[in-house]
């Protein structure tokens, strides 16, 4: 059995080792928490960029409404059999048999006054502002996203440290016992309670080996890397431990100003407005200049140009719409209407959901900040109790169960100590997008 669990043991740490070394076979790209931010390329903050490129194009496109337009036409019949008109005088035809007419003209119209044309091109500019706002809502949102991830890789490189020492420390506990056991001086329950002990940490050490490279993995697809590189951070979640401090007065006020989704529907309310308006514009009168000219041309079939006989024309419009009644345009009006009052309540309660959000992290981060002092001191208590227990048994005055004991509890309390830190850079994350800090 021993044999066994020895060789499992060896094939586990072999993978280990072949896995870490295939890692280190890769090009690596050393990372800070800026850097990481900086080299963002995640495919969504371009569909934003390309939105507001789509936007722009939109408000181009409502703008050329007031350019002239020109149009060039021009149309070639052949007449087989033009009709006739049989009176009691006698029969008329109403053309030439066996006739062409060629017909040529250009037209140009210009809107002089077209009050939708006007209210869409502002409607466009606040289309921009929007696409905008929510390309900078999608940008804090992403950063959220990288923050978190690369706090969660720093969580994990830390654990697996932590789980490693307490592996080497139970690893040189089992081989103080088991020489104390050749030597006749501890039974061998103590013997095989230091092995287990041994043995039990390696799974967690594996496990947090490959909470590891999860989380690189998750910060490449959040930053958009897709280059097969290795990522590596020299950074540790004890570094944050002097900046795990809470602004009282700002956070007192919970100010959401900066808010990119409370800003989005405020000017979604912008737009109902200026909707509204273009609206009301159907009831306007609309007034366009006009003018053509054009040339037409009969002749037989024998298409010797110089006998075609050709005449042209010209005119110049001013036409003038007065809308008179049109239902739909009261029923868009109530329409308006209604979506203005769902966005005035969706405002509300939106702002109430966010500002319990805010102080649910503002409560978080000033727990943690608490939890820390106690859980650095818990971590330098554990360690003394470890040098005690080991002192003690080295003697004969401890058990290998407060041994063991004190093991589990210094790593313990490492882990929660780093959890603590953590848990406090993931809630003010969280509380910055919430309030819109850039």
């Known amino acids: 059995m021993n044999c066994k669990m020895r060789f499992s043991v060896m094939l586990a740490m072999l993978a280990t080792f072949v896995l870490t070394h295939a890692q280190e076979a890769l090009p690596v790209l050393n990372l800070t928490l800026d850097k990481a931010i900086e080299l963002n390329d995640n495919p969504t903050m371009k569909v934003a960029e390309q939105e507001i490129?789509?936007?722009?194009?939109?408000?181009?496109?409502?703008?050329?409404?007031?350019?002239?337009?020109?149009?060039?036409?021009?149309?070639?019949?052949?007449?087989?059999?033009?009709?006739?008109?049989?009176?009691?005088?006698?029969?008329?035809?109403?053309?030439?048999?066996?006739?062409?007419?060629?017909?040529g003209g250009i037209n140009v119209s210009l809107p002089l006054y077209a009050p939708a044309v006007y209210n869409a091109i502002k409607m466009t500019k606040k289309d921009i502002e929007l696409a905008v706002e929510k390309g900078r809502g999608s940008k804090m949102e992403l950063?959220?996203?990288v923050k978190k991830a690369y706090y969660q890789l720093m969580l994990a490189q830390d654990s697996y440290d932590v789980l490693m020492a307490s592996y080497k420390l139970t690893e040189r506990n089992y081989n103080v016992v088991k020489a104390k056991f050749e030597q006749g001086k501890v039974s061998e329950?103590?013997?095989?309670?230091?092995?287990?002990?041994?043995?039990?940490?390696?799974?967690?050490?594996?496990?947090?080996?490959?909470?590891v490279n999860l989380a690189k993995l998750q910060l490449k697809v959040l930053m958009g890397i897709t280059a097969d590189v290795d990522l590596a951070i020299n950074d540790k979640l004890s570094n944050y431990e002097n900046n795990m401090q809470i602004d009282a007065t700002s956070a007192s006020q919970l100010a959401l100003d900066g808010n990119s989704t409370?800003?989005?529907?405020?000017?979604?309310?912008?737009?109902?407005?200026?909707?509204?308006?273009m609206l009301y514009g159907n009831f306007h009168p609309t007034l366009a200049l006009s003018g053509s000219y054009s040339?037409?041309?009969?002749?037989?079939?024998?298409?010797?140009?110089?006998?075609?006989?050709?005449?042209?024309?010209?005119?110049?419009?001013?036409?003038l719409s007065i809308p008179l009644f049109k239902a739909s345009n009261f029923t868009k009006l109530k329409t308006n209407k209604i979506?203005?009052?769902?966005?005035?309540?969706?405002?509300?309660?939106?702002?109430?959901?966010?500002?319990?959000?805010?102080?649910?992290?503002?409560?978080?981060?000033?727990a943690s900040?608490?939890?820390?002092?106690?859980?650095?001191?818990s971590v330098e208590l554990a360690e003394k109790e470890v040098s005690i227990s080991e002192k003690r048994y080295e003697v004969g005055k401890g058990t290998i169960l407060e041994l063991n004991s004190s093991q589990?509890?210094?790593?313990?309390?490492?882990?929660?100590?780093?959890?603590?830190?953590?848990?406090?850079?993931?809630?003010?994350?969280?509380?910055?997008?919430?309030?819109?800090?850039?």
């Open 53 to 103: 490129t789509l936007k722009e194009v939109a408000k181009k496109e409502a703008w050329q409404s007031l350019l002239p337009s020109v149009t060039l036409d021009g149309t070639i019949s052949y007449d087989i059999k033009v009709a006739e008109i049989k009176t009691s005088m006698g029969t008329f035809k109403m053309g030439m048999d066996d006739a062409n007419t060629w017909n």
């Open 143 to 145: 950063i959220n996203q």
């Open 189 to 211: 329950y103590d013997k095989i309670s230091a092995e287990v002990q041994h043995r039990s940490v390696w799974p967690n050490v594996i496990s947090s080996k490959n909470a």
């Open 262 to 277: 409370l800003r989005q529907i405020d000017l979604n309310g912008e737009l109902l407005n200026q909707q509204r308006k």
């Open 295 to 319: 040339y037409l041309s009969r002749s037989n079939t024998n298409w010797e140009f110089y006998n075609y006989k050709w005449g042209n024309s010209s005119a110049i419009n001013l036409s």
């Open 339 to 366: 979506q203005q009052t769902q966005l005035a309540e969706n405002r509300i309660n939106t702002e109430r959901q966010l500002r319990m959000q805010a102080q649910g992290q503002l409560d978080k981060m000033v």
């Open 369 to 377: 900040a608490e939890q820390l002092e106690t859980n650095k001191k």
């Open 408 to 438: 589990v509890s210094l790593t313990n309390m490492q882990l929660t100590y780093n959890n603590s830190i953590y848990d406090y850079l993931v809630a003010k994350s969280e509380y910055e997008t919430i309030i819109g800090k850039e």
